[in-house]
């Protein structure tokens, strides 16, 4: 009997070590952090789609006639706001490309808004906008941290699900799926340079 | 045969593979080391300025634990201010653990631009806007006019003005015993306290050995423990304490006044100092692309 419980103790103390040695809790902790990198991505997209409201409205007053520029903005503000990625989705790349297509719609139309701006300096020298500005300088940078950090929480993920032997671990009792990372191309190439000197 | 070879040729490949999976990282300009309060490797700053801004800083440090530090560079090398930035923030770990207030002024001479980047615990206060504010209208003007040192000086006192009353520092708790008479009061509680509790009752070490731990540790730390360690420590006092008990009941007259020695250790000299002004470096802050950025 004491001799049973014994081999019981040890064998189950064995199969933890291997459960620890492939893998099982490093996956699991690698997910963890890919979900808290996309806290992060999510609330700074937040943080920029809260501006947005005060910006069009400060730059009507000043900038009447940019009616089309100034309707683009808030349409894609609202079009971006509708589509959210929860954080069980993260592995599905047509939620992630929709989501990544609605907020990079934002950004451009943000841009242009911001190109138009060049033309009213009564505007620019409003302090009013002036501080705008700056806060959505600061969001889209924060956007740009939040992102590079959730797609390196991603490519640690991915990679510690794939390798030896892991992908056994994974496929026998985890069953975890590969995160989607942002793709570079559109967000590189139209990111809005919000900066006025 | 063939199996076994297999397996082995496989295992022998994932191991190769291993070696190589290193990661692919280092791009843009070097984060340079954080020599103190203010990094001028820029030469931006004259002595006196650089000595009135430490003093200041430290200041702002002892009172608040809010960290901030000044670094200037030659120049970026082609790298972008707001990736660099974070990059130093991401090294240096300004600001404290848990409370990431830490604010770092950067500042490129050569390509004439400057940000400041602030921890998340400070955006409260010194918000986007406010950084924003603090670079257009006091730093940019001085910098345009080659008032550097001015721009530095007043700039961070902005930045200090802002951040202050936001935190209070974690009392670095004044020990009662300082640790390096630990082991002494150790000696003393086992050789002394718990052989005369057992006088009076034979199990009474036992308990006492479990207070005794934890009390120690909170005496010797000013209060500041976990829960958890405590908990180990009323372990382990507690078999010190059984072990107390379990020995030698004949031995009736202890070691009582061979103790002198020990009390007369605890003197006034061993109370731990507040600190100077030195740099500790960082605290342990992160930083997640807060602040603004612009340029003269």
Same mark, same amino acid.
């Given at each position: 009997m004491k001799k049973y419980s014994l081999f019981a103790l040890i064998t189950v103390l064995l199969a933890l070590s291997l459960l620890q040695g492939c893998g099982y809790n490093t996956m699991q902790a690698n997910e963890e952090s890919v979900k808290a990198a996309w806290g992060d991505v999510e609330s700074s997209y937040q943080r920029r789609a809260d501006l947005v409201p005060n910006l069009v409205e400060t730059v009507k007053a000043y900038a009447k006639h940019e009616r089309e520029t100034l309707a683009a903005v808030t349409e894609a503000r609202s079009k971006a706001g509708s589509i959210t990625v929860t954080k069980?989705?993260?592995?599905d790349p047509q939620a992630m490309a929709k989501f990544q297509q609605a907020q990079g719609a934002l950004s451009s139309s943000l841009s242009r808004l911001m190109v138009v701006v060049e033309k009213y300096p009564d505007l620019k020298a409003n302090q009013g906008f002036q501080d705008l500005a700056h806060q959505l300088e600061g969001t889209e940078n924060r956007i740009n941290v939040a992102r590079s950090r959730y797609n390196k929480a991603v490519e640690t993920f991915n990679t510690s699900i794939r390798i030896f032997p892991n992908n056994l671990t994974n496929s026998m009792l985890l069953h975890l799926k590969l995160k989607e990372p942002f793709k570079a191309d559109e967000g590189a190439a139209t990111a809005p340079k919000v900066k006025f000197q | 045969m063939g199996l076994r070879r297999q397996a082995a040729v496989i295992l022998a490949a994932a191991a190769v593979l291993c070696l190589f999976l290193g990661p692919a990282e280092s791009f843009g300009l070097d984060v340079p080391k $954080? &020599? =103190?309060?203010? +990094? /001028?490797y820029g030469n931006m700053i004259s002595p006196q300025a650089r000595a009135t801004l430490e003093a200041e800083l430290a200041a702002l440090e002892r009172a608040d634990s809010t960290q901030v530090v000044v670094l200037t560079m030659p120049? $970026?090398? *082609? /790298?972008v201010i707001e990736e660099f930035s974070i990059r130093v923030g991401d090294a240096w770990k300004i600001g404290q653990k848990g409370k990431d207030n830490g604010v770092i002024f950067i500042v490129s001479k050569a390509d004439r631009k400057l940000r400041i980047e602030v921890g998340r615990g400070l955006q409260g206060v010194l918000t986007d806007l406010q950084t924003g504010r603090i670079i257009d209208t006091v730093i940019k003007p001085r910098f345009k006019q080659n008032r550097f040192d001015d721009g530095f000086l007043e700039g961070t006192r902005d930045i200090i003005a802002a951040s202050r009353g936001e935190f209070k520092p974690t009392p670095k708790a004044t020990p009662y015993i300082s640790p390096n008479r630990y082991f002494e009061v150790f000696l003393v509680a086992v050789f002394l306290v718990l052989p005369f509790l057992r006088r009076i +009752?034979? @199990?009474?070490?036992i308990p006492a050995g479990a207070a005794g731990g934890p009390l120690l540790h909170v005496l010797s730390t000013g209060g500041a423990a976990s829960g958890s360690t405590l908990g180990i420590l009323a372990v382990v006092g507690g078999v010190v304490g059984l072990f107390v008990a379990g020995? *030698? #009941?004949?031995?009736? %007259? *202890? %070691? %009582? =006044? #061979?103790g002198g020695g020990f009390l007369d &250790? @605890? *003197? =006034? #000299? &061993?109370w731990s100092s507040g600190g100077g002004s030195d740099f500790g470096g960082g605290g342990g802050g992160s930083f997640d692309g807060g602040g603004s950025s612009g340029d003269w």
């Open positions: 069980a989705m993260l592995d | $954080l &020599s =103190g309060r203010v +990094n /001028d120049s $970026l090398e *082609g /790298d +009752n034979r @199990f009474l070490p020995i *030698g #009941s004949s031995k009736k %007259h *202890g %070691h %009582h =006044g #061979s &250790s @605890f *003197g =006034g #000299s &061993s």
